[in-house]
Nanobody, 124 residues
Framework: QVQLVESGGGLVQAGGSLRLSCAAS????????MGWFRQAPGKEREFVAT????????TYTDSVKGRFTISRDNAKNTVYLQMNGLKPEDTAVYYC?????????????????WGQGTQVTVSS
């Protein structure tokens, strides 16, 4: 089992940047595919990005392509989400998640372990 803790959220103006971190404990992060999801008020949790165990493959939802970058440092047991060009519609609680296996999945049900989330608020 792995425990995940997100950090790095906050309030930023439109066009600004934030870097989210997800620190893992309990087991080495390198055996998991990692993902970032977000949930805005009144909406379902949605996929943002995912990264393979080695970091060599990534997938993004269309709305963040070219603005967000997912990366990982397995030696530090940490996954990151660099968010540039933030928009008010990016406002949400952001969650990191882990799943055993090798497939890059985009649905919440495929992920087993979840962090508690970190709030990102983008003002216009």
């Amino acid at each position: 089992q792995v425990q995940l803790v997100e950090s790095g959220g906050g309030l930023v103006q439109a066009g600004g940047s934030l870097r989210l971190s997800c620190a893992a404990s309990g087991r080495t992060l390198g055996i998991y595919v990692m993902g970032w999801f977000r949930q805005a008020p009144g909406k379902e949790r949605e996929f943002v990005a995912t990264i393979s165990r080695s970091g060599g493959s990534t997938t993004y939802t269309d709305s963040v392509k070219g603005r967000f970058t997912i990366s990982r440092d397995n030696a530090k047991n940490t996954v990151y989400l660099q968010m540039n060009g933030l928009k008010p519609e990016d406002t949400a609680v952001y969650y990191c998640a882990a799943r055993p296996g090798t497939m890059l999945e985009v649905t919440t049900s495929e992920y087993v372990y979840w962090g508690q989330g970190t709030q990102v608020t983008v003002s216009s």
